[in-house]
């Protein structure tokens, strides 16, 4: 559903992605691990057709991002990692609007709406701008926007930022849902390894621009050669090093 | 609340022993210094062409304040007193914006301005923090009175030829000056926020503000002050003397600061020591009681600043139902993105206030055409209403080209950090500045069209005048609309806080630059057919055809250029928006 091939990108002198190459899965959830700095956010960004890449191709469901961006973005979904929002519209407004920037109209969308801000519970605030919402209330009006239109991808970039503990369940729940009912692709950068574990179908593991390593929990066990099953120890196991020293100490002080 | 407050005088004890303020203020110093001092080749060639800006702003500020000098001093026994009139008028207007501007500049550094959370989280004392932030205030609301009220001084300096003393007299009386109107400001701010929360207080501020500068310069444009030099339309010699002399109020700083440079400028009697120390003396006691009053109720501003940001807003229907009915013309493809400005513009006072400023424009422009005496003038009325009107043409090409860079170039820009919702949406980049084109085109033709069909009425033109005014004007909106749309995709802001800067920046000029290049290119392409046709007329004569051909090919020309207006900017506006990364 979502294929990255040889994606690279370049700020100036600075190597922010190096040849990353990845593949999801129709009804996958795909953890996107490492680092501040180490490129999520740009590879994101890359995907749902923000920023231009240096050289690759993002492809979602066999459509290129930069070739066909109309017909791709029609069937993504984005949640960038900082909610920013149309701050004088109400929350359904903004899902009015957003609905009929994808075609969707008439008394199916506002049941949609309906559904959505009861989902994400948002109903007692639908009809107040969205300047007045909290960040954790702007978070999950964003997600409700993301699953409007019903993509068959999604791109979340740290989707636990700002959530309560009640939030981050109620999240996680309607993309596990989403991803088992829906069969929606669901990849999900985040720097939480207690997240990933938790969520996530396969994982990779970036770290400064470069794909270190992917595949399923226990294939990176395998890889790491640890008997120890915590994403954490593989991660030591695994890439060893001086590098990766500093990257676990990254992961642990962002917990 | 009481937290902050607490700390803030356990503090204050602490301050009184050193310049803590000054360490307060370092980030800012190096943040400024920084900009300044960019590498960035692009950020230089903004800098070079703001200086270049300022500097004929400048030169043009002292140059036209010479002739108005040297003018006045030719005139017998009042020549001094008008001079001496206008440096008062010159003060209290100064006063009343600086007031101003240090009250809006407040609301940011005071409560809206990122650091303070940061600030207020450190052991600093709040008296360091109120004088840290007074600094910062002065700063950045002053440097623009200082930079054109400097010509001015300068002017007045060599005009009548002042000594030294002038000068230095005027170096030790501004700083008092310009910190009176900053403590007065920063104090209206604390109190304002102390009553409404810091956003509404905003808001109702940009209103008053627009207000106050509408009602002034309404009340100026009326009250038609260049009757001062003109002594016959006062019924009597002493009205006159009366008017000039009558005094601004004694207890004014305006006033002060006057009395300080007046006696040394001219040879009037005065005590200007005693002035001086009057506005040193004021300066300093307005410090500690603003210090004071920060220390009382800046705690609880601040805190209900912050409560602000929760407060509830109602819809209004009415504005629903206004909204609905506008997006009807446009297709149905756009009417989301159309809807969605519309309804955003009506919510957001910062946007709509800006139309207070625009009927003040249109009224003073019409009232000027209906005060013209046409009648009374020497040469064929026919012959100059017909030249008015074509003249009318230019000034309405400003007067919306004015609208537009407040209203059009910000199009793009107004889509702010929301930016991403657009573009990662399948609706292509192509929709979305169309969009933005044509939402703007209408409402600016309407503007343009009634601007040049009343100026016409009450100029009585021909109909041969009015059919050529009015589809130039209308044909020429769509260039200053394209050209406002492209440019403002080209040189999108669309991180700034309050958007009413968006039009103030480097694209902004550089588009009322070719905006006012491309107005004076249609006049100047269609005076040809104009002239003919008058002088035809006037000479009463038939036209030849090498005359109908000329006019043709400045039509042509004319159609050539509207067209470039309108569609390479927006073309460029299309591949940069297109390129662009978010």
Known sequence: MIEIVHLSKRYGSFQALEDVNLTVQPGEIFGFLGPNGAGKTTTIRIMAGLLRPTSGTVKIAGFDIRRSPEAAKAILGVVPDRPFLYEKLTGTEFLRFLGSLYGLHGPSLEGEILALMELFELEEWKDELIENYSHGMKQRLVMASAILHRPKAIVVDEPMVGLDPRGARLVKGIFREQAASSRVSIFMSTHSLEVAQEMCDRIAILQRGRVIAVGTSDELQRMAGSSDRDLESIFLRLTGGEDVQELIHALRSSR | ?582
């Open chain 2, 1 to 582: 609340m009481s937290e902050v407050q607490v700390r803030g005088q356990a503090g204050s004890v602490s301050s009184v022993l050193g310049g803590d303020w000054l360490r307060l203020l370092r980030p800012w110093w190096l943040s400024s210094r920084r900009r300044l001092a960019s590498r960035d080749r692009r950020e230089r060639i903004r800098s070079a062409v703001f200086l270049g800006m300022g500097c004929v702003f400048w030169a043009l500020t002292f140059w036209g304040f010479w002739r108005v000098l040297v003018y006045f001093q030719g005139i017998e026994s009042v020549g001094e007193l008008l001079a001496a009139k206008l440096l008062s008028m010159i003060f209290l207007t100064f006063f009343a914006l600086l007031i101003f501007s240090n009250v809006v500049t407040a609301l940011s550094t005071y409560f809206l301005s990122d650091d303070l959370e940061l600030l207020l989280a450190t052991p600093a004392a709040l008296l360091d923090l109120y004088r840290a932030k007074f600094f910062e205030t002065v700063t950045s609301s002053s440097w623009m009175v200082l930079l054109f009220g400097t010509p001015v001084f300068l002017v007045y300096g060599v005009v009548f030829g002042a000594g030294p003393l002038y000068y230095l007299a005027l170096l030790l009386a501004l700083p008092p000056f310009l910190m009176i109107p900053a403590a007065m400001g920063v104090a209206i701010m604390m109190l304002l926020t102390n009553i409404f929360p810091a956003r509404r207080a905003r808001d109702i501020l940009i209103v008053i503000g627009l207000l106050f500068g509408v009602g002034l310069y309404v009340l100026i444009r009326f009250l038609q002050p260049e009757r001062l030099v003109n002594p016959e339309a006062f019924s009597g010699v002493l009205s006159y003397f009366a008017a000039l002399k009558a005094p601004s109020h004694p207890l004014l700083p305006s006033q002060w600061i006057y009395q300080v440079v007046s006696p040394l400028l001219l040879r009037f009697q005065g005590d200007p020591v005693f002035f001086l120390a009057m506005l040193w003396s004021t300066a300093a006691a307005f410090l500690i009681l603003g210090g004071s009053l920060a220390q009382r109720i800046y705690g609880q501003g601040w805190s209900r600043s912050q409560e602000g940001k929760k407060a509830r807003f109602s819809r209004s229907a009415m504005a629903d139902f206004v909204v609905r009915f506008l997006v009807l013309p446009y297709p149905e493809r756009m009417r989301p993105l159309v809807k969605k400005d519309a309804m955003i513009f009506l919510r957001d006072p910062t946007q709509w206030s800006q139309l207070l400023l625009l009927g003040a424009l249109v009224v003073v422009y019409l009232y000027n055409f209906s005060a013209l005496p046409v009648e009374q003038a020497p040469i064929d009325s026919w012959y100059l209403q017909n030249l008015l009107a074509f003249l009318n043409l230019g000034l309405a090409g400003f007067v919306v080209a004015s609208v537009a860079v407040r209203f059009v170039f910000p199009a793009v820009s107004l889509e702010g950090k929301a930016f991403w919702v657009l573009r990662s949406s399948p609706m292509p980049v192509r929709d979305i500045l169309w969009g933005k084109f044509w939402s703007s085109l209408f409402p600016l033709m309407l503007l343009a069209g009634f601007l040049v069909v009343a100026s016409n009425y009450l100029l009585r033109v021909s109909t041969f005048m009015m059919i050529l005014s009015v589809g130039t004007i209308l044909l020429s909106t769509f260039g200053i609309t394209g050209l406002g749309v492209g440019m403002g995709a080209l040189y999108p802001r669309f991180h700034v806080e309050n958007v009413a800067h968006i039009s103030s920046g480097f694209g902004g000029m550089i588009y009322m630059i070719l905006a006012i290049g491309f107005i004076g290119g249609v006049v100047l392409l269609e005076a040809l057919p104009v002239y003919l046709v008058f002088h035809a007329r006037f000479m009463r004569q038939p036209l030849h055809l090498w005359e109908y051909a000329t006019m043709a090919a400045s039509f042509l020309l004319l159609l050539s250029l509207m067209g470039a207006a309108f569609w390479i900017p927006m073309k460029k506006g299309l591949a940069a928006l297109e390129e662009m990364e978010l």
